[in-house]
């Protein structure tokens, strides 16, 4: 099982920007494909962001396409989620995931390691 820390979180104002990360720890995760999600107040948890083992795949909500980009740096055993122009409805929790395989995927279900998430609050 794979230790998934998040950091980053914060109060921004709309439009502005955060970076989030997610260190992995216990094993490796270059072979592992990873997720971002966030779960809104009331809201159910949802899928924001993926990216494959390698890297070379990346998949968004259609929410947040455009202004959400993330990225992988294996040697670091680190994912990244940087967030720009965000919108008071970013406001959430945002989990990191890590499944066992490298295949992009945006089910919750097919995720196995799990952070304990970080707040991100976008002010309006």
């Known amino acids: 099982q794979v230790q998934l820390i998040e950091s980053g979180g914060g109060l921004v104002q709309t439009g502005g920007s955060l970076r989030l990360s997610c260190a992995a720890s216990g094993r490796t995760i270059s072979s592992s494909a990873m997720g971002w999600f966030r779960r809104a107040p009331g809201k159910e948890r949802e899928f924001v962001a993926g990216?494959?083992?390698?890297?070379?795949?990346?998949f968004y909500a259609d929410f947040v396409k455009g202004r959400f980009t993330i990225s992988r740096v294996n040697e670091k055993n680190t994912v990244y989620l940087q967030m720009n122009s965000l919108k008071p409805d970013d406001t959430a929790v945002y989990y990191c995931a890590a499944r066992r395989l490298a295949t992009l995927m945006a089910r919750e279900d097919a995720y196995d390691s799990w952070g304990q998430g970080t707040q991100v609050t976008v002010s309006s």
């Open positions: 990216i494959s083992g390698s890297g070379g795949s990346t």
